[in-house]
């Protein structure tokens, strides 16, 4: 069964950093793409980061383009989001995804407030 | 950016209604068209990728069909537990886009 867990949300000062975590499993991590998708509260869903199977190239929205920087360990089966940065728009649920051309599993999320 | 447009917004339904949910492309995104279903406080769950393909474990009272800009996901026969938010999403074009959600709800 794949499972996706992320852990690394809370509340954060605006112009602050943060780093998420993905734990995979069930799987074989290094196969597959994976990414980040987040939803603000009470919003749609926003394709936030993706990452290739071996890391070698990541692809982000302009909304986040030179804050976030999405990274993987594929020994630890881990994927990573630096969030460098935040703004209160940032605030959101962010979701760990196993993406294969689009989000096809997907974690239970973690939530970042921005905020002073 | 491609625009994901859905309608309606919000859906009124009956158990064992047959429902249509609509989704338009600001321009052409060939096939690469997903359905997601989303429970107050849940995560998104993948129902249909590439417009029609049932993903696996999801029952086959839902179907997507369409090409080019409109496309559609089809419910038969409402169950109780279908009663959420749909989402589509393109993965034709980066950045990947959302459309900002159906909610169905019980009439």
């Known amino acids: 069964e794949v499972q996706l867990v992320e852990t690394g949300g809370g509340l954060v000062q605006p112009g602050r950093s943060l780093k998420l975590s993905c734990v995979a499993s069930?799987?074989?991590?290094?196969?597959?793409?994976m990414s980040w998708t987040r939803q603000a509260p009470g919003k749609g869903l926003e394709w936030v980061a993706s990452?290739?199977?071996?890391?070698?190239?990541?692809y982000y929205p302009d909304s986040v383009k030179g804050r976030f920087t999405i990274s993987r360990d594929n020994a630890q089966n881990t994927l990573y989001l630096q969030m460098n940065s935040l703004r209160s728009e940032d605030t959101a649920t962010y979701y760990c995804t196993r993406w294969e051309r689009a989000p096809h599993y997907w974690g239970q999320g973690v939530m970042v407030t921005v905020s002073s | 950016d491609i625009q994901m447009t859905q309608s309606p917004s919000v859906l009124s339904a009956s158990v064992g209604d047959r429902v249509t949910l609509n989704c338009k492309a600001s321009q052409n995104i060939n096939k690469y068209l997903n359905w997601y279903q989303q429970k107050l406080g849940e995560a998104p769950k993948l129902l249909i990728y590439n417009t029609n393909n049932l993903q696996t474990g999801i029952p086959s009272r839902f179907s997507g069909s369409g090409s080019g800009t409109d496309f559609t996901l089809t419910i038969s026969s409402l169950q109780p537990e279908d009663f959420a938010t749909y989402f589509c999403?393109?993965?034709?074009?980066?950045?990947?886009?959302f459309g900002a959600g159906t909610k169905l709800e019980l009439k």
């Open positions: 999403f393109q993965h034709n074009s980066w950045p990947d886009t």
């Open positions: 069930g799987f074989t991590f290094n196969n597959y793409w």
């Open positions: 990452i290739t199977n071996s890391g070698g190239s990541t």
